[in-house]
């Protein structure tokens, strides 16, 4: 028997930590022992039903975990190495990993760089495993920390907290852009040189503001992207990973056309391999680990259900790190 938080949809919803049998175990070609999950904001979404995140029933929720691998018929894997594993559609399509055993595809995995344990992976887990990709595709499109200032939208939430840390250990002058001006002292802990508050970017605003960023990690897209695209010096290049605010983007060509702005989609579900293994290798020796640390709080999976609650209403601020087993 194994404990699992399951998501049940009948004629009622229902989450709840049950007890399954070895005979649940999904299939999978790698068989782990969860040490670690975490708490994402798709996580919240489908556990407060609040989104239609889950499309198969009953489910085992959370996207990521950490462990150590108990049996393989892997040829990349074997009994006793640390995995660490987020995205491929776990807690949507495919049992996830709020529990304390599971059977995983191989092939999805990533070896856990050996500087990190599996507490710190899942302190990073998706949301910092984002920001990196987001860091990443950035420097990708020509962005150094002498061409000038980066926005984090969205700051005091999972993603851009590591971004804020990420970037200024990388020698970025950061501004954090948060609706709760509470967590400046926090922002500017983790490396933000500047916090603005999001009403400045919330509303709609005209298409063609003065040039102020060099480069934008967007966490909330709407209003808030259109904005901060308005507001890019020429040759600027916007990273954009989530939709906190919402799914619309009401802005124009103009930014695009006349100051050769860069808008990249950052997907971390679907990432292809090469780019999870560089994302985790670069995590491991450029996130300062103690700024990890002081943005992390480790729940009990018997937390998790209002804790998600908290977290879709906006009131966490940094990582939540669920202890499985």
């Keep these: 028997m194994y404990q699992a938080l399951v998501l049940r949809k009948d ?7 049950e007890s399954l049998k070895d005979d649940d175990l999904p299939e999978g070609d790698v068989e782990v022992q969860v040490e670690y999950s975490t708490l994402n904001f798709k996580d919240a979404l489908a556990i407060t039903n609040t989104s239609p995140v889950v499309r198969k029933w009953p489910m085992v929720a959370g996207i990521d975990g950490a462990g150590v691998v108990t049996h393989s018929s ?15 559609g776990y807690g949507e399509t495919r049992w996830g990993l709020l529990a304390e055993r599971s059977r995983v595809q191989g092939a999805g995995l990533v070896h856990l760089p050996a500087s990190l344990s599996t507490l710190q992976a899942m302190a990073i887990g998706t949301a910092g495993y984002t920001a990196m990709l987001c860091v990443m595709a950035l420097e990708k499109h020509g962005l150094t920390p002498q061409k000038g200032e980066v926005l984090v939208t969205g700051a005091s939430g999972g993603v851009g907290s590591v971004a804020i840390a990420l970037l200024s250990q990388l020698g970025y002058q950061v501004c954090a852009s948060t609706g709760k001006l509470s967590d400046s002292d926090y922002l500017k802990s983790l490396g933000a040189a500047q916090v603005m508050d999001r009403a400045l970017l919330s509303e709609p605003g005209k298409p063609f503001q003065k040039e102020r960023w060099a480069g934008v990690v967007d966490c909330v897209g709407s209003h808030t992207l259109a904005n901060a695209l308005s507001q890019c010096a020429y040759g600027a290049s916007v990273a954009a990973c989530g939709l906190a605010q919402g799914m619309d983007l009401p802005t124009t060509v103009m930014p695009f056309i006349l100051r050769g702005v860069s808008l990249i989609g950052v997907d971390s579900v679907m990432a292809p391999m090469g780019l999870r293994q560089e994302a985790w290798a670069r995590l491991s020796t450029q996130l300062n680990l103690d700024k990890l640390a002081q943005m992390t709080q480790v729940i009990a999976l018997d937390e998790v259900v209002a804790k998600a609650h908290e977290l879709r209403n906006g009131q966490i601020k940094g990582r939540l790190v669920v202890k499985v087993s």
């Design 11 to 17: 004629e009622s919803f229902s989450v709840a930590k």
């Design 74 to 88: 892997h040829p990349n894997w074997k009994v006793g190495e640390r995995f660490v594993h987020t995205g491929w």
